[in-house]
């Protein structure tokens, strides 16, 4: 599994993309390959969890323009492996 966090700098230009994001996200979550995806109730940023391996996550980030946006910024992408599921 892997850990990726964002990071928002207030800018509105990554909400344009928002809808297509949650999209894929959705489509990746019934797939059993997002468990988890969500922001921070501050929108500072946001926490997704992949159950993929790392080429997968790889491939998923460099499909999906809102991780590149104006305004968001990976500051991790860290393999997690939980104790609990």
Do not use: N
Not at 11 to 36: N, T
Not at 37 to 55: H, I, K, M, R, W
Request: without cysteine.
């Amino acid at each position: 599994m892997y850990l990726l966090e964002l990071a928002f700098d207030g800018s509105p230009d990554r909400l344009a993309l928002r809808p297509a994001h949650r999209e894929r996200l959705r489509v990746l979550h019934e797939a059993g390959r997002v468990v988890l995806a969500g922001p921070y109730s501050d929108e500072s940023g946001a926490l997704l969890v992949f159950d993929v391996t790392a080429e997968e996550l790889d491939a998923i980030v460099e499909d999906d323009p809102y991780y590149r946006a104006p305004g968001v910024k990976i500051v991790r992408q860290q393999e997690w492996t939980p104790v609990f599921r």
